[in-house]
T-cell receptor, first 113, second 111 residues
Framework: NAGVMQNPRHLVRRRGQEARLRCSPM?????VYWYRQLPEEGLKFMVY????????ESGMPKERFSAEFPKEGPSILRIQQVVRGDSAAYFC???????????FGAGTRLSVL | EDQVTQSPEALRLQEGESSSLNCSYT??????LFWYRQDPGKGPEFLFT???AGEEKEKERLKATLTKKESFLHITAPKPEDSATYLC????????????FGKGTKLTVNP
């Protein structure tokens, strides 16, 4: 019974490069959420997706960030032209249809040099 | 503005010394309060969801309770393996299914 799978676990990028973070939800879950955690800060909501739809992107920066959850395959969080301030842990969560809980993956730790 | 505040920021206990963690919230409308445990370098692990004042849930040495303004996570006779950061989050009536998190309480249980 695999949980939420995220890859890569660690990602190093130089300023100006692109970062792609992947998330496969738990089996049977069709709701995916992305959160960002900065050192000494709490988890901050970024975006909520269902298959092929963005439901709420109110926490995602307007520039350089995008997310998708295609009909087939994992959800992708894409950060273009990364800057040092993008360095953080990015967590994906999924939930069942009744939203009784959000189950998190192990995260991707992005370091921007 | 919707806010979730956890206290204390850090707590040190001796093994077997029971205590409580607090999560207070100021939100326009609550549609669920969630407790998570997070170990260093890992993702949050789901513990409980509480929906209405007066509700309680238990799991091993942990018990979560909810009032109209706050939630408590009671830890009975803790063990060193209970050491972790405990996160509280709320889901609002307004808006989508997103969670608003507090900054957490870092619990250390000494043997």
């Amino acid at each position: 019974n695999a949980g939420v799978m995220q890859n890569p676990r660690h990602l190093v990028r130089r300023r100006g490069q692109e970062a792609r973070l992947r998330c496969s939800p738990m089996k049977g879950h069709s709701h995916v959420y992305w959160y960002r955690q900065l050192p000494e800060e709490g988890l901050k909501f970024m975006v909520y997706l269902q298959k092929e739809n963005i439901i709420d992107e109110s926490g995602m920066p307007k520039e350089r960030f995008s997310a998708e959850f295609p009909k087939e395959g994992p959800s992708i969080l894409r950060i273009q032209q990364v800057v040092r301030g993008d360095s953080a842990a990015y967590f994906c969560a999924s939930s069942p249809a009744d939203h009784s809980g959000q189950y998190f993956g192990a995260g991707t730790r992005l370091s921007v040099l | 503005e919707d806010q979730v505040t956890q206290s204390p920021e850090a707590l040190r206990l001796q093994e077997g010394e029971s205590s409580s963690l607090n999560c207070s919230y100021t939100v326009s409308g609550l549609r669920g309060l969630f407790w998570y445990r997070q170990d260093p370098g890992k993702g949050p692990e789901f513990l409980f969801t509480l929906y209405s004042a007066g509700e309680e849930k238990e799991k091993e040495r942990l018990k979560a309770t909810l009032t109209k303004k706050e939630s408590f996570l009671h830890i009975t006779a803790p063990k060193p393996e209970d050491s972790a950061t405990y996160l509280c989050a709320v889901r609002l009536v307004s808006g989508s299914e997103k969670l608003v998190f507090g900054k957490g309480t870092k619990l250390t249980v000494n043997p």
